[in-house]
């Protein structure tokens, strides 16, 4: 048997001269089998399915032909871009300008605050000065005492009765002061005021260190020369001053005061007299008889403990005298 007349061969495919991006599958035709018979079949027949295969060759290379084609990118738009990034700024700058505001918003509400606290903390405190000035709610109705022992509190209750009634806040130290005046026993004092209604005085009294005989009386005086009153007798503690000692405006007095004053209480209730010709040579006499060589004024209170510890020591021991007029080598006879 023979093929068919009219077949021609496909020509072959020719490579595009670039690697095509996308590629085109082309689908193949069934080609209707010819009976196989002794006779030639039909021209016309023949003829026929040769122009149906031209036409789809010429269709399926156009295809190739336009998938061989580069495909470009299209470049971005300059215009749209700058556009765009204008958006972003102007986003960014809102997104700035709020915080800004917010920030100072929150600056302004606090100082709108503290000026809120300090107007009313002035409020508060004028009306609580008009209330303690103007009215009786503030005003002293307690007068409290503190200290005294040899002044009468019943006379300084009346000294001081003249505040009753007075606002605190117009209670004044000098006021004070003149009212305490007429008592010589009272060295220095110091006031308090206790809302709502409470004054209270502290006094310091002055003690006697030394007495001087004076006709027939014995009359009592502090380290500072100030006359406490008058005795009948020296009282414990209080020992006659005699010689230039008992002339309150020499430098013997002023020294054997001085003296006096910043012993213990406990070693000057043993001293029954003391004497001195100058400020240099203060001499005391024990109630044990033994005489005691101070020295000057100075380094009392050490002399002072000197001297206690020597008369722990000798105990019943025979001394008439005790010299501590150096601290550093005390004697004794």
């Not at 599958?25 to 018979?37: H, K, L």
Request: aromatic share 4%; charged share 25%; no cysteine.
């Amino acid at each position: 048997m023979k093929r068919p007349g009219g077949f021609d061969r496909l020509p072959d495919r020719q490579e595009p001269d670039e690697q095509p991006i996308a590629s085109v599958s082309v689908p193949s035709v069934p080609v209707p089998s010819v009976p196989e018979t002794d006779e030639d079949p039909a021209p016309d027949h023949s003829r026929r399915l040769s122009g149906v295969l031209r036409r789809f060759q010429s269709e399926a290379s156009n295809d190739l032909e336009s998938a061989s084609e580069p495909v470009y990118r299209a470049e971005p738009d300059p215009v749209a871009e700058a556009e765009r990034q204008l958006r972003e700024a102007a986003r960014r700058v809102k997104s700035q300008q709020k915080r800004e505001s917010r920030r100072f918003s929150a600056h302004t509400r606090r100082r709108r605050r503290n000026w809120f606290i300090a107007l009313g903390t002035v409020a508060a405190l004028a009306l609580f000065v008009a209330v303690g000035v103007f009215t009786p709610l503030m005003a002293v109705r307690d007068v409290q005492i503190e200290g005294a022992t040899s002044v009468k509190v019943e006379d300084l209750q009346k000294a001081l009765s003249d505040f009753r009634g007075v606002p605190l806040a117009l209670v004044q130290d000098s006021a004070i002061r003149d009212a305490l005046e007429p008592f010589p026993g009272i060295e220095r004092y110091s006031m308090e005021v206790i809302p709502p209604s409470t004054l209270k005085v502290r006094i310091e009294e002055r003690v006697p260190v030394l007495s001087i005989e004076k006709g027939g009386a014995f009359q009592l005086y502090d380290a500072a020369g100030v006359m406490l009153g008058t005795a009948e007798a020296p009282p414990a503690g209080v020992p006659l001053a005699s010689g230039p000692a008992s002339d309150k405006k020499s430098k013997a007095f002023a020294a054997s005061a001085r003296v006096l004053r910043d012993m213990p209480a406990e070693l000057r209730a043993q001293v029954v007299s003391i004497t001195a010709s100058s400020g240099q040579d203060v001499t005391l006499k024990l109630a044990s008889g033994v005489e005691v060589m101070w020295g000057d004024a100075e380094l009392s209170k050490k002399k002072a403990v000197v001297l206690t510890s020597m008369l722990g020591a000798l105990g019943d021991r025979a001394v008439t005298r005790i010299d501590v007029s150096s601290t550093e080598a005390p004697v004794f006879q």
